[in-house]
Antibody, heavy 130, light 106 residues
Framework: EVQLVQAGGGLVRPGGSLRLSCAAS????????MSWVRQAPGKGLEWVGR??????????NHAAPVEGRINISRDDSKNTLYLQINSLKTEDTAIYYC?????????????????????WGLGALVTVSS | DIQMTQSPSSLSASVGDRVTITCRAS??????LNWYQQKPGKGPKVLIY???TLQKGVPSRFSGSGSGTDFTLTISSLQPEDFAIYYC?????????FGQGTKVEI
């Protein structure tokens, strides 16, 4: 069974920083592209960014509202994903979910379907307030 | 960014009803369209991807259709566990924008 156990979150002052983590189990984490999606209280969903698997380059992509302020990283030896957000703004207040991007194995190859988020953590609430 | 607009924003339905939710993209996105279901206090669950492909484990009463700019999610016979918020999402452009959601309630 896939599990994504999130940690971090809490109350942060505007301008501060926060690091979230997401410990994965139940699948081959090094093969997975991982994303962060956030949801402001009572609002809709917003993709924040992703990191590809190391075999696919380990590169990251970020959404425009957080470009330059976030760092997404992974430690495949610990099956853990990280999100660091700097220069926090009140509009960053949200539940942050880590997700896997759907992949399948075909002929021994991992084929990722980018942007399809098939497993979700329980979320971590980040509140930015003075 | 590609804007995704869902309609209606909310609807009332009864168990057994056929329910249809529409999603319109601000530009053509081929079939790069996914549907999610979210229940209170939980993360979303993907129901359909690539406009019409049912995710493993999702009941067959859910179906999706459309291409280009107009898409539809249909629940053929609404069940009690289907009362939730439904979101569409485009994956044509890397911003992966979501619709604003449709709340399905009794």
């Amino acid at each position: 069974e896939v599990q994504l156990v999130q940690a971090g979150g809490g109350l942060v002052r505007p301008g501060g920083s926060l690091r979230l983590s997401c410990a994965a189990s139940g699948f081959t984490f090094p093969n997975a592209w991982m994303s962060w999606v956030r949801q402001a209280p009572g609002k809709g969903l917003e993709w924040v960014g992703r990191i590809k698997s190391e075999i696919d380059g380990g590169t990251t992509n970020h959404a425009a509202p957080v470009e330059g302020r976030i760092n997404i990283s992974r430690d495949d030896s610990k099956n853990t994903l990280y999100l660091q957000i700097n220069s926090l703004k009140t509009e960053d207040t949200a539940i942050y979910y880590c997700t896997t991007e759907l992949f399948m194995i075909a002929s021994g190859r991992v084929i990722v379907i980018p942007g399809v988020f098939d497993n979700w953590g329980l979320g971590a609430l980040v509140t930015v307030s003075s | 960014d590609i804007q995704m607009t869902q309609s209606p924003s909310s609807l009332s339905a009864s168990v057994g009803d056929r329910v249809t939710i529409t999603c319109r993209a601000s530009q053509t996105i081929s079939t790069y369209l996914n549907w999610y279901q979210q229940k209170p206090g939980k993360g979303p669950k993907v129901l359909i991807y690539a406009a019409s492909t049912l995710q493993k484990g999702v009941p067959s009463r859910f179906s999706g259709s459309g291409s280009g700019t107009d898409f539809t999610l249909t629940i053929s016979s609404l069940q009690p566990e289907d009362f939730a918020i439904y979101y569409c999402q485009q994956t044509y452009s890397p911003s992966y924008t979501f619709g604003q959601g449709t709340k399905v309630e009794i």
